[in-house]
């Protein structure tokens, strides 16, 4: 009996998706509960699996935009197929060959060397003759002068040049040189055919792309920057990292840090803790954190929820499990549902400073950069302190400048005096 192998549904605003890749051969012998299949929608990576045991065949090829509970193979449940085979890595569309471009030859110009003129002649006319004769070819010893002792005036030369005075007719005709009457050498453009490669965007990348440019668009973004001093915190971490490691099983990170600093600040600003829809501003009462994830099938923002009652290992356990899962493409859709702040740290790839993107429908984000050592003035001396620069972007609609600014200087504060976020002072 053969049994149909379709595409799980996977929430109820998911209709379709891309089969990405097969995970077996058509003929293959399968195992019930085995991974077949990686389908990527616009929101999450999953896999589909066998229901019962027997022989693949299978349907529709990998690349294919498909709808949930389309049918891609079957199973005929008990049959015996071939061994099982290493996954085959999903091909990639080369881009059709382009046609060579033909050589662009421009004609050669029609600026013709400067006519030599009678002897002296050259230093009698002024630079304004001397620019008309070099762009046209005209030589200022053919006409007549109305100059003071019949010396050619930018004037004369004009009016030759329409028509309006006349030339003289025993004037010598100078050839143009060599150089002006050669033709320009053949630009070749370089054919692009075996130089590029051509893949479709994966639903989650086109997703990416869509809300990027819906953010763009449709708030008043802005940005406010500042700077902070890296020291107290990277000290703190020192004294205290081994033992915090022993005892909880996880490293103590900096993204902690920000995220306590980001929730305290946030009760202090509310403003940076609400939305807009419609006509209303929405008030959130509740720290729900989105921390920006990179994968090599583009940026995920998993929710790390009621931050305000976690402790530091807690934030830190929950960060490590979501970037480990959404690198995997493990994460699950509501996993990246209902976040009312983002903090996006571009410092770990080397990012100095940038203006972070607003994650719609949220109203702020927060960019951490490269920690760098620089010179700073302390109590009147030049001191080398490791700075980090913070970026805040915000929607300028329901957030003042005053509100943004007063948000990130509370976040400097925390982390140059961390003991505060004990205390919530």
């Not at 002897?119 to 100059?147: K, N, Q, Y």
């Not at 984000?365 to 010179?375: D, K, Q, T």
């Not at 700073?376 to 003042?400: C, T």
Request: hydrophobic letters at 45%.
């Amino acid at each position: 009996m053969a049994v149909e192998v379709k595409i799980p549904p996977m929430g109820e605003s998911i209709t379709g998706g891309l089969l990405a890749a097969w995970l077996v051969k058509s003929g293959d012998a399968v195992r019930k509960g085995q991974a077949l299949f990686s389908y990527e929608t616009d929101k999450v990576t999953s896999e589909g699996t066998a229901e019962v045991d027997g022989k693949i065949t299978i349907t529709v090829e990998a690349g294919t935009e498909v709808l949930v509970n389309q049918v891609v193979a079957s199973i005929e449940a008990g049959a015996a197929g071939n061994a099982p085979s290493a996954a085959p890595a999903p091909a990639t569309k080369s881009a059709p060959a382009a046609s060579p471009a033909p050589a662009v030859a421009p004609a050669p110009s029609p600026k013709a060397a400067p006519v030599a003129a009678k002897a002296g002649a050259a230093a009698e006319v002024s630079p304004a003759v001397r620019r008309i004769s070099a762009e046209t070819g005209l030589d200022p010893a053919a006409i007549e002068g109305s100059g003071k002792a019949g010396r050619v005036t930018k004037g004369d030369m004009l009016a030759a040049l329409a028509g309006q005075a006349p030339i003289r007719s025993d004037a010598p005709v100078v050839a143009p040189s060599a150089a002006a009457s050669a033709p320009a050498p053949a630009v070749v453009i370089p054919s692009r055919d075996g130089r590029t490669t051509r893949k479709r965007m994966s639903p989650l990348r086109r997703k990416i792309a869509e809300r990027l440019v819906q953010a763009k668009s449709e708030t008043a973004m802005l940005t406010t920057f500042n700077e902070v001093n890296m020291a107290p915190v990277m000290e703190l971490r020192k004294r205290h990292g081994e033992e915090f490691l022993k005892k909880y099983g996880v490293k103590l990170g900096f993204m902690s840090f920000f995220v306590k600093a980001a929730v305290q600040a946030m009760k202090e600003v509310p403003a940076i803790n609400a939305q807009l829809d419609g006509d209303d501003i929405v008030e959130n009462n509740f720290f729900d954190i989105g921390v920006a994830v990179g994968t090599d099938k583009g940026l995920m923002v998993p929710v790390v929820r009621d931050c305000d009652q976690l402790n530091f290992a807690g934030i830190e356990k929950a960060i490590g499990g979501f970037g480990k899962r959404a690198r995997d493409g493990k994460i699950q859709l509501p996993e990246l549902q209902g976040g009312v702040f983002t903090i996006s740290n571009g410092g770990i790839y080397g990012s100095m400073l940038s203006t972070p993107i607003l994650n719609h429908p949220q109203a702020a984000i927060m960019g951490l950069h490269n920690i760098v050592e620089r010179p700073v003035a302390e109590n009147g001396q030049v001191v080398i302190r490791p700075i980090m620069y913070l970026a805040l972007s915000y929607d300028h609609r329901i957030i003042d400048g005053k509100e943004a600014v007063t948000f990130l200087v509370k976040v400097r504060q925390y982390i140059e005096d961390p003991q505060r976020l004990l205390f919530g002072v």
